[in-house]
T-cell receptor, first 113, second 110 residues
Framework: DGGITQSPKYLFRKEGQNVTLSCEQNLNHDAMYWYRQDPGQGLRLIYYSQIVNDFQKGDIAEGYSVSREKKESFPLTVTSAQKNPTAFYLC????????????FGSGTRLTVV | KQEVTQIPAALSVPEGENLVLNCSFTDSAIYNLQWFRQDPGKGLTSLLLIQSSQREQTSGRLNASLDKSSGRSTLYIAASQPGDSATYLCAVGNNNDMRFGAGTRLTVKP
């Protein structure tokens, strides 16, 4: 079955540590996205990519970095510069133009300890 | 910048009731509108996608309407069941730029 896989489901980060969240899709979608979700708020866009080796900042990119070396993969690194990283992170993908809407992964919950 | 608002933030109804969830957006120049369901601690599951040229979409007990000129969409749930309890999110899309509302948390009581 086609879909998006996020791992790990839960992640704990110590102060000053970088962590990487994985996102893999087998839908043959060109576009991939990372969102952050905080309680009571809508999803906020961190980064997105429409083609391999290219990506753009979203609304809240500070403290995050991404790469897109393969069409299927779009990992997100939460760096030590992100001062409030505790949140639920969601990865999504779509065709270019998003004519068929977005497909989401199951999310990664990141907690700072 | 597109702003998406969902009212109410929370809704509790008895089982069997028909209900309507509301979504409003500020910029009518959209490609599509998508309704999602989110269970606690889970990802988003797509329920219905309405293209900008369409007025409504139906799937089972769900019906979503779109009125671009007034910047509104509604999600109608017929004969609600306890299993419908979840958060429902509305998202408005414009060429790979999807904007989300904060969601309506629905509780259906047995």
């Amino acid at each position: 079955d086609g879909g998006i896989t996020q791992s790990p489901k839960y992640l704990f980060r110590k102060e000053g540590q970088n962590v990487t969240l994985s996102c893999e899709q087998n839908l043959n979608h060109d576009a991939m996205y990372w969102y952050r979700q905080d309680p009571g708020q809508g999803l906020r866009l961190i980064y997105y990519s429409q083609i391999v080796n290219d990506f753009q900042k979203g609304d809240i990119a500070e403290g995050y970095s991404v790469s897109r070396e393969k069409k299927e993969s779009f990992p997100l690194t939460v760096t030590s510069a992100q001062k409030n990283p505790t949140a639920f992170y969601l990865c999504a993908s779509s065709t270019l133009g998003s004519n068929y809407g977005y497909t989401f992964g199951s999310g990664t919950r990141l907690t700072v300890v | 910048k597109q702003e998406v608002t969902q009212i109410p933030a929370a809704l509790s109804v008895p089982e069997g009731e028909n209900l309507v969830l509301n979504c409003s957006f500020t910029d009518s120049a959209i490609y599509n509108l998508q309704w999602f369901r989110q269970d606690p601690g889970k990802g988003l599951t797509s329920l219905l996608l309405i293209q900008s040229s369409q007025r409504e979409q139906t799937s089972g007990r769900l019906n979503a309407s779109l009125d671009k000129s007034s910047g509104r969409s509604t999600l109608y749930i017929a004969a609600s069941q306890p299993g419908d309890s979840a958060t429902y999110l509305c998202a408005v899309g414009n060429n790979n730029d999807m904007r989300f509302g904060a969601g309506t948390r629905l509780t259906v009581k047995p």
